[in-house]
């Protein structure tokens, strides 16, 4: 058995089922491996290693195992940095195996040869060479329980001579090190008893209370309905927190933020108490005033709590066993008046949302590809979504319910992670129906390349493009936060029928380029047994104003349009068109 061997067995032992990969000679004794393993675990193939590293945050998302990429050294390394980084922010656990150089060779500026300790130093909560046989299996096995345990990434750099030598275990001898047998241990971390009294006595004295939950709470929904209940609150959700509450509980006031609503928007502003629930959420200027409101947070990770809001009581510990314990403690408000206002808000936005997806555009308002997609979402579906002006349509019309889930790249926020994250769910969750929604510019940075992987795979997914030809929600940021116009040669992007390049590897592909036609195609899509790529042409001049949108930003996108914007006129229209749907009865 060679080192290569030995890893692809201990990965089966571990439960991990696919890798994520592209090869290169850096890892040949690990793709070696892999030839002889019987497709288990199976070897995902992807058009470029950031793919692999985005699919593997994809599998741990939508799976809560951990995920796994592997990519060859130099070149290879580099390109999973971007993924990998994407794990690290929003709290993923993904292992990454990478090849380095020979070890006769290192140090010599040999051909591929990068410092990757240098390179993974500030990604990987987990950093180790292995440079003979016997580092393993503890290197890899504190990998996994490291990426799990910490949700982040870990890293285990293998020459490629070391993985065809002959496996050799670690002897029970001084300075070997042995490893246990893989498992997943299980922990609970519950806060002391006072501090949870501390904070029941904080929202039992408030009389409008608010919640504002995350990805962190995802386990514990029930628990959030019960406190929300009993304290006559709203909750409103952090962006990787959208799927935790379904839409339709009329109480969920939806996202929060500049791409938030406007009920989440007044909430906080008026709120007395605030409790926070697994959420990092950053934009303190989202949040009640400080001196308005007393908080309480509640997050497994003490390293991430109170550090966004000035919270009186911070409770160290998992969101459902806390919340449990909180309970008991929390007195039912009889007065249902804030709850009421709240609701009623909720119910208003909606309305206005609506008649805002069905507002004039040309040639379709890409408000409604998302209001049409939640009218005829499946109730078991997972939604990805991309980084870009499609973020705002996604964080504010979607409508979760039922068992829905819903991911995208929430912290780095970077472009090209909605199909790969796709690819990573379909081996995550291969009964589930998968819908991507992609900006052009995503699409043409790396998913229509992606596209063929899925082919490959046979995965059933649509793949939603916001076809505008436009980089548009940079478009948008120079205009509200500049105060500078488009500069098209930056923002524009080469026309291409994503439909046709769909049609042309042997994938579906549909045209809409009218409002009329959105609900059947949305219909034939979501029908199809494989890959359908849904193509809309869609208006890049609706704006994304924010419903709580300050004075400063009217006046510099305004500042924009009067400085030569190339498309002024649009743009006001479609401004005032929308803005003016919050002011109908």
């Given at each position: ?345 909720t119910k208003r936005w909606w309305e206005v949302v609506e008649r805002q997806a069905h507002a004039p555009a040309d040639p379709v308002n890409p408000m409604l590809i998302v209001s049409e997609l939640s009218k005829r979402l499946p109730a078991n579906a997972i939604v990805t979504a991309d980084s870009g002006s499609a973020t705002n349509w996604y964080a504010r019309l979607l409508r979760i319910h039922g068992n829905v889930r819903s991911s995208l790249s929430g912290t780095l926020a970077t472009m090209g992670c909605a199909v790969p994250y796709a690819l990573g769910a379909a081996f ?158």
């Amino acid at each position: 058995m060679t080192v290569g061997d030995f890893i692809v067995q201990r990965l089966r032992d571990w439960g991990v089922k696919q890798v994520f990969a592209y090869p290169g000679d850096g890892i040949n004794g690990i793709v070696a491996a892999f030839g002889k393993a019987d497709n288990d675990p199976a070897f995902i193939q992807t058009r470029h290693e950031e793919m692999a590293a985005f699919a593997a945050v994809g599998y741990a998302k939508f799976s809560d195992e951990v995920g796994v990429c592997l990519a060859t050294s130099g070149p290879g390394a580099i390109h999973l940095l971007n993924g990998l980084y994407d794990a690290k922010l929003d709290h993923v656990p993904v292992v990454a195996i990478v090849g380095q150089t020979a070890r006769t060779a290192q140090g010599g500026s040999y051909q591929q040869e990068v410092d990757l300790h240098s390179l993974f130093r500030d990604v990987a909560s987990f950093l180790v060479d292995v440079t003979v046989p016997e580092q393993l299996p503890n290197a890899l096995d504190r990998a996994m329980r490291t990426a799990a345990a910490d949700r982040a990434p870990a890293v285990l750099i293998i020459p490629n001579d070391v993985q065809e030598q002959d496996y050799e275990p670690p002897k029970h001898e001084f300075k070997y090190i042995p490893s246990s047998p893989p498992s997943r241990p299980s922990s609970c971390v519950v806060p002391a008893n006072d501090e949870v009294r501390r904070a029941a006595e904080v929202l039992n004295t408030g009389e409008k209370v608010a919640i504002l939950i995350g990805q962190g709470a995802r386990g514990a929904a029930a628990e959030v309905r019960e406190v929300a209940d009993l304290l006559g609150a709203g909750v409103a959700k952090a962006l990787l927190g959208k799927d935790v509450l379904p839409d339709d509980l009329p109480y969920v006031t939806g996202s929060i933020g500049l791409l938030g609503t406007r009920p989440s928007y007044e909430m906080m502003r008026d709120c007395d108490r605030l409790l926070i629930v697994g959420s990092n959420f950053p934009y303190s200027q989202f949040l009640p005033e400080y001196g308005k409101a007393r908080g309480v947070q509640i997050d497994v990770d003490g390293r991430s709590i109170g550090m966004r809001y000035p919270t009186e009581v911070n409770l160290v510990g998992d969101a459902r066993e806390t919340l449990r314990a909180l309970i008991p403690l929390l007195e039912r408000k009889n007065d249902r008046s804030w709850r009421q206002t709240i609701e009623k808000n909720t119910k208003r936005w909606w309305e206005v949302v609506e008649r805002q997806a069905h507002a004039p555009a040309d040639p379709v308002n890409p408000m409604l590809i998302v209001s049409e997609l939640s009218k005829r979402l499946p109730a078991n579906a997972i939604v990805t979504a991309d980084s870009g002006s499609a973020t705002n349509w996604y964080a504010r019309l979607l409508r979760i319910h039922g068992n829905v889930r819903s991911s995208l790249s929430g912290t780095l926020a970077t472009m090209g992670c909605a199909v790969p994250y796709a690819l990573g769910a379909a081996f995550a969750k291969p009964s589930q129906p998968l819908i991507a929604l992609v900006g052009d510019g995503a699409m043409q940075m790396n998913g229509m390349a992606e596209l063929l992987t899925l082919r490959h795979h046979n995965i059933r997914c649509v793949v939603c493009v916001f076809h505008n030809n436009d980089l548009n929600q940079v478009t948008w940021e120079l205009r509200a936060m500049g105060g500078a116009p488009k500069f098209e040669v930056s923002q524009e992007l080469p026309d291409v029928s994503y439909a046709a390049y769909a049609r042309s590897i042997g994938l579906q592909g549909i045209e809409v380029d009218s409002p009329d036609q959105l609900g059947p195609a949305w219909e034939t899509a979501l029908a199809s047994d494989g890959t359908v790529v849904l193509d809309v042409r869609c208006d890049p001049n609706v704006p994304p104003i924010p419903p709580h949108a300050t004075f400063d930003q009217i006046k510099d996108m305004t500042e924009a349009v009067l400085r030569g914007d190339p498309d002024a006129w649009d743009v006001l229209r479609r401004g005032l068109t929308t803005k003016i749907q919050e002011l109908l009865p």
